[in-house]
Nanobody, 119 residues
């Protein structure tokens, strides 16, 4: 059982930045960030492979968010910049096995961290 613990959420003004962290008890091939806004379905944000560091981003965050990992700390980060009110959501870290980087099939989830962007 992989345990994922997110941190770093909070309240930030539009245009500002925030960095989320996710500490994993064990590594899985793919690590992802997802988010869920009130009244909306959970959506993919970004993903990274532990080995090789390949990344993938949703179009809505491409160029503003950066996903990265620290192998020594078993930690994945989501650096968020140029934040908009529509980025307001609960952000979840997730882990999955897989031969390729993927936006689906995530088996393990963290408890989530709230990000609120004020306009």
């Amino acid at each position: 059982q992989v345990q994922l613990v997110e941190s770093g959420g909070g309240l930030v003004q539009a245009g500002g930045s925030l960095r989320l962290s996710c500490v994993a008890s064990e590594r899985r091939d793919n690590m992802g960030w997802f988010r869920q806004a009130p009244g909306k379905e959970r959506e993919f944000v970004a993903a990274i492979r532990w080995r090789g560091g390949n990344t993938d981003y949703a179009d809505s965050v491409k160029g503003r968010f950066t996903i990265s990992r620290d192998n020594a700390k078993n930690t994945v980060y989501l650096q968020m910049g140029s934040l908009k009110s529509e980025d307001t959501a609960v952000y979840y870290c997730a882990a999955a096995r897989g031969l390729y980087l993927s936006r689906s099939g995530y088996e393990y989830w963290g408890q989530g961290t709230q990000v609120t962007v004020s306009s």
